[in-house]
Nanobody, 128 residues
Framework: EVQLVESGGGSVQPGGSLRLSCQTSGFDFSIYDMGWFRQAPGKRREGVACISRTESGGSSYYVDSVKGRFVISKDNAKNELYLQMNSLKPEDTAVYYC???????????????????WGQGTQVTVSS
């Protein structure tokens, strides 16, 4: 069974940091593109960052709103995906999801493709 389980969310003050983790199982992690998405109250789910599979060069992509503040990484040996979030802002408040995509060469190409598998999400709250 394919499983993706996020952890590491919590409540922090503006300017704080959090590190999200996504533990996966049931699929070949090394050949999948992986991404982080988020959904804030009253808004649609949006892509945040992604990292392409090794065959595609393992390149990463960040949306402008998080570029320079967030860092995506992965550990193929542990089948885990991470998102280091620094200088957090209230606008970052959302439920964060990790996702896997086996069907696209790059994890981002003029937009995020449709990812096949999703975790249940972890809440991140940034407030004073």
């Amino acid at each position: 069974e394919v499983q993706l389980v996020e952890s590491g969310g919590g409540s922090v003050q503006p300017g704080g940091s959090l590190r999200l983790s996504c533990q996966t199982s049931g699929f070949d992690f090394s050949i999948y593109d992986m991404g982080w998405f988020r959904q804030a109250p009253g808004k649609r789910r949006e892509g945040v960052a992604c990292i392409s599979r090794t065959e595609s060069g393992g390149s990463s992509y960040y949306v402008d709103s998080v570029k320079g503040r967030f860092v995506i990484s992965k550990d193929n040996a542990k089948n885990e995906l991470y998102l280091q979030m620094n200088s957090l802002k209230p606008e970052d408040t959302a439920v964060y999801y990790c996702a896997a995509d086996p069907s696209n060469y790059y994890c981002y190409d003029n937009g995020f493709p449709s990812y096949d598998w999703w975790g249940q999400g972890t809440q991140v709250t940034v407030s004073s």
